[in-house]
Structures are given as C-alpha cells and as structure tokens.
C-alpha cells in the first residue's frame, strides 16, 4: 500500500477474518509498480459482495480537507480504486499514531480462550462452532478455531452452548438497600447474567448509596431505572405510593441526570394495592421525571392488578416509544379480584396493540406473580410478543415454584414455541438495546465487552408452572454453567492475577 508521506516504502495491513495485524513498513518497493493492491482471499464470496462493500466504504470515505501529496492523490476524475488507495493509506497512517485499542500481533496471547463451544450470538446471526479469544477485558476474536497455547487460560466449552452474557433488564440488585435485594453477583451461577438492571430498588433518596456501595463493589455490571417514589422499595412491603408526595419529579429527575452514566430512566409500579387511588398521577410523574432530565430517559412500568380495565388502557396510551411496560403478561387481579390486565375476553386490549406498534417495549418481568401463561398465549399469539426477556428476581420470587431466574424464564419461552436464537436475543441484544450505555454490549463481535455466557442445552421432558399454578410442559431447558464478565470467569479458572479486576 503507497503511503503519501512514506512515498520510498510501502505498508503491509494484513488481516484474517476478524485479526487486524499491526501494520508493517517494507525498506522498499519489490518492483518500480508502486501502485496499492487489495487481495481478498475467500470462499464462496462473489467478486460482487466484494465490490458492494468497497463502494459502501467509499461513500463512508470523505476526502481530507488537506490533500496529501502527490504520491497517491488522484488527479481529478481518479479512478474510484485510486481514490481507494488513498482511503486506505490514511486510514494505516492513523493506525500508527493513535490506534483505538490495542492491536493483537500474531505473537500475542488472549487472556483468555472460550474453546470448543457451539456459540450463537443473534446480533450477528452467528451460530457454529467457535472459539473465542478475549484480551483485556474485551473479545478480539471469534474464529473456527484457536489454539490453546494462544490463552492464557482456556475454558472448555466443547458440547456447551455459548452466548453474550445474559443481560437482565428487571432484577432487584440492591441488597441491604431494601428487604428483596440479591447481590447480582450471586446471581451469576443461577442465571448466567453478566449485566443486571435494577428496577426501581432506589429512588432519589437512596440511589448515591446504590452507586457507592453496591455498584462500585459489584463485578457484575449493573443500571437501574430510579423510582418515581424518593424512597424506592426501601419501605417493602409497605406500598411505596400510596401517598402521592413520595414521588417528587424535581428529586427523580435530578438523579436521574446526575447519574446519567447508570440511569436508564424512572420506574414506577402501578398496580392498585401500590397506588391506591392516585390514577394515571404517578406514571405521569415518572415521565415528567425523564423528561425534566433531558437524558433521554425511559419509563418502565410496572403492571398487575391495575384498579380498572379503563386504567390499564390509559397507562398504555401514555407510554412513549421506548418506554418498557414490564410484568407485560401478569394475570394478577385488583383488590375487587377484577382482571385488569392486556388480554381481555381472549383478546389484547386495543391500547396494548397500539402499544406494540409505536415501540414500546414488552417484557416480561416474571417475578413471583407476575406471569401467566395463559395471558401469555393470547397476546404472543395476537400481536403481543415479548421484545425481552427478564426475571424479576429478589429473595421472594427467587424462592417461589415459578422459580424466576432468568435461564429458567427463557426456557420457559423455548417451551412456548420460540426459536432459541430468539430466546437469546431477547435475553442479550435485546435488553441491550434498552440500557444503550456501552458500544457493543449484548454480542460477541470482536471489540464488545469480553462477557460471555456458557449454558448446556438440556434436552428431555420438564415441566414449568407460571405464577397462577399454571404448567406447560417442554422437551428442552438451558442450565448455567459458567459465566465470564469483562473476560475474568466467575469461578474457577481463577483469573491470574485476579486484582486486575
Ligand atoms: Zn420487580
């Protein structure tokens, strides 16, 4: 490749699949022929595809505003292959001076290999045999194969199913913060959940100290949406908002700004035996809140037991495209033992379809009363599916024969009928999406976050209960095995040293 201000001595990028070597300078020309070559050595891969991705990378070029000199610059009219050339010395000059992460050398070792597991990752439709290496906390590589000797640590996963950590959008992670709280931490070998999302355990008054104590000394990686009411969950199970006062927009939204890196917006729980005749006032408050804080901020609401049928549609039309309704398929009844949830008469209430339709989010949020079966059948399969897939765990659904882990709750999906790379990417990409903090979190592709779920899909008969004594029956269920965040195992192999993290 001709480099402008090089014109002696050409470079040499050399890249395998996902491997971008360091670039090497050459003392010289091999031949007068000074001109950049690109060679493509593949497949089954048209000379079309090829030239579909250069002319997408052309467009995405701009010229430089200064013109390098005249060793590759294209008189006026260049040929778009010139022009190429160009692009492309730029690009290996700057890799020289300020390369966006650390370059791997052929030499180098991966801190760690994840060999032999069947991986799949639906943010990039990937499933097959892989081995994954991972090098400073981040993936570097997903290739047929690695070997060995190129890890420092190797964990075998031959006969395992490997996918992006699992990330859980509705958890309850603040332990000694309130009385359900689970260290996420903990969770790990039950769920393989590699980023947990707190719903609401904190509100303006309590949230720094979620922050400093428990964020702060947690490996798992952890967000929250900060409850509309000041105090959170800390006064369950005393209902958080039964009087109005506690949900102060100016405090929630405060927090929600100043801690716009964790934050992902307000929580609010609307069920009637936590609100009792505030109405629409407190959802209202928890948009207010995000709003006010200018971070874009989502809602996720929490249904079941809604006071009235007229309710529950009002809370649908006011949720904005992004916000999350969770416990999306609860069958709870109101006090007057009234069923007030999305399925009505067999059917998804209007609201809820219009919901669906301009983006808000469905999840599922099990939890110890939250899921049913039946109501679940209905709108899956009128319109209503989920969009993610999360557990609501905390110390008393955590021990209720719905068992709400989050490896649990997508098997129970598997049985429902749902393809597993959708089962996953509604437990990954999905809720990724949601939280949109960190690039590339919820995949495998090389340079995302070196999180990494290994499960062993268990095939054979088992049985599911919901949270109304529903069951179902499946043939097939995923069980933990290992989890690795931020490229240390949880477990055994212990990480060397393990103080880097
Ligand atoms: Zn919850």
Redesign the pocket.
Known sequence: MALSDRPDQPVVLHGVQHLFHPPVLLPQWPSEDRRTRMVFITRDLPQEAIEATLTAFESAVEEPAEPPSSAGRPAAGGSRREFLAVAAAAAATTAFVAPARAIMGPDDKFDLVIKGGDVLDPSQSLRGKRDIGIRYGVIEAAEPEIPASRGVRVLDASGKLVTPGLVDL?A?VYPYGSAIGIPADELVGHQCSTTCVS??DAGANNFAAFRRFIVAQTRTRLYAFIHIANTGLASFPVAELTNIDIANVDAAAKAIAENADLALGAKVRMSENIIAKNGIEPLKRAIAACEKAGTGGRVMV?IGGVETRALMSEILDLLRPGDIL?HAYTGAPNLAGDFTNIIQDGRPLPAALAAKQRGVVFDV?H?GGSFDYTVAEAAIAQGCPPDTISS?I?VFSGNTPGMPYLTWVMSKFLGLGFPLDQVVAMATVNPAKVINRLPKLGTLQVGAPGDVAIMELVEGPVSFVDTRNNTRNGTVHLQPVQTVTAGVPFGRPYNLPFSVR
């Open positions: 509705h309850h719903a609401g929490h969770t949020g939890g609501d905390h």
